[in-house]
């Protein structure tokens, strides 16, 4: 048997997957258990991007923030002594410290956010909201531009000391708003591109910068958690009673150590269409954390077996219309318990609707 029970999967043709961090094709390997008595979800693995992505969710990390994972296919719980006398494959010594977590410059951050002219994914947003709003958006969020195939939105990471954790640079279609991903996908990182030596990334929730406000009226928001950082700028813009944040993927910075930042605070989760189970499976450990958490299943219930195929998220429902109004009143057609979801927090819609 394998030294380590735990271990990477040893490489055949087709065994790397996607990866869920910085989302390119065969170049991510999963964990396998040598006793063949657990297996591990798709995201349990590492990146071989190592400097530009830099994605590596362990074992040891998938046993921390799922405990009742611990029990066998069979049912029987394992042993504790046993478990933590497991041995992991890494590449450092487990005595090693962890390298402390590495920052871009702020300088960086306020250089980005000009030149909205060439970003693709604000002139989308001008035509949904108009200039405007569709500006004062990018600057609450921090969202930036670059230079990288002819103008590109750059999601900072600013977490909620104000440290700029990273930098993830897509390629976004102005006409649909949709990510490029042919002929090939359109993701790097800051610290990639400028080649900045001995990164350590440790990523954070993208908005996060926001719980930083301790105001009345922001500290009384519900935070709600979606998937990608358009989704949640899409949200924001039509459903302000929330402060949206985004994990920058299903699995992104989805762990217990980055979700600290949500201590007493009421969550709403909303994953995309068929994750909903996945992301249900975190609630334990959120609820460690947060004051309340819920995960909504909202689009599971009102998708339909082609929405749920193409795995629609909520800001693909929210611009089905040209008006919010008009969204509300199809989704609240399609499935009546909305109304009632609306009427238990209060929430009203912007009207986003008009084009400059």
């Known amino acids: 048997m394998n030294e380590y029970r735990f ?22 390997t999963r964990y ?12 349990v693995g590492k990146c071989d991007h190592v400097n530009s992505c830099g994605y590596h969710y362990s074992p040891k990390e998938y046993f921390r923030d799922n405990p009742s994972a611990r029990e066998t296919s069979a049912g029987h719980k394992m042993n504790g002594n046993v478990f933590t006398a ?3 494959a890494a590449k450092q ?17 306020e250089q980005s956010m000009r030149g909205y002219d060439i970003n693709p994914l604000y002139r989308y947003f001008t035509k949904v909201a108009g200039k405007e709003e569709a500006g004062r958006l990018f600057h609450v969020y921090k969202v930036g531009t670059s230079r990288m195939w002819n103008g590109s939105t750059v999601f900072w ?9 990273a930098g993830k640079i897509m390629g976004y279609d102005a006409v649909t708003g949709h990510r490029i991903k042919e002929p090939f996908n359109q993701v790097n990182w800051v610290h990639s591109v400028r080649k900045v030596p001995d990164f350590h990334m440790k990523q954070c929730l993208f908005g996060e910068h926001l719980l930083s406000d301790t105001s009345a009226a922001m500290s009384a928001k519900p935070v709600a958690i979606v998937e990608s950082e358009k ?4 949200a924001a813009l039509f459903i302000p009673d929330f402060v949206w944040l985004a994990t920058g993927g299903m699995h992104g910075c989805f762990n217990s150590e980055a979700m ?12 995309d269409l068929k994750a909903t189970d996945e992301w249900r499976q975190r609630l334990p450990m959120l609820e460690t954390i947060c004051r309340r958490v819920t995960c909504s299943d909202l689009l599971e219930k009102m998708a339909t077996d082609e929405q749920r195929s193409r795995r629609l998220d909520i800001a693909d429902f929210l611009l089905m219309e040209d008006t919010p ?23 009203e819609l912007v009207d986003a609707g008009k084009i400059e």
């Not at 010594?93 to 951050?109: A, G, H």
């Not at 990471?157 to 954790?165: A, E, F, K, L, T």
């Not at 600290?260 to 994953?271: A, D, G, N, T, W």
């Open 93 to 109: 010594p487990p005595t090693e410290q962890e390298p402390e977590i590495s920052y871009l410059p702020y300088d960086l951050v």
């Open 32 to 43: 396998i258990d040598e006793a063949g008595e657990i297996s591990f979800p798709g995201y």
């Open 86 to 88: 497991v041995k992991y």
């Open 231 to 234: 989704t949640a700028l899409v």
């Open 7 to 28: 271990h990477l999967q040893k490489y055949k043709p087709g065994s790397k997957t996607v990866c869920p961090g910085c989302g390119r094709k065969s170049c991510f």
């Open 260 to 271: 600290q930042v949500l201590k007493e605070r009421e969550v709403i989760l909303f994953p």
């Open 325 to 347: 109004q008009m969204i509300l009143a199809r989704m609240i057609q399609r499935n009546p318990a909305l109304q009632s979801f609306i009427d238990t927090f209060g929430l």
């Open 157 to 165: 990471q600013i977490d909620v000391r104000g440290n700029v954790r």
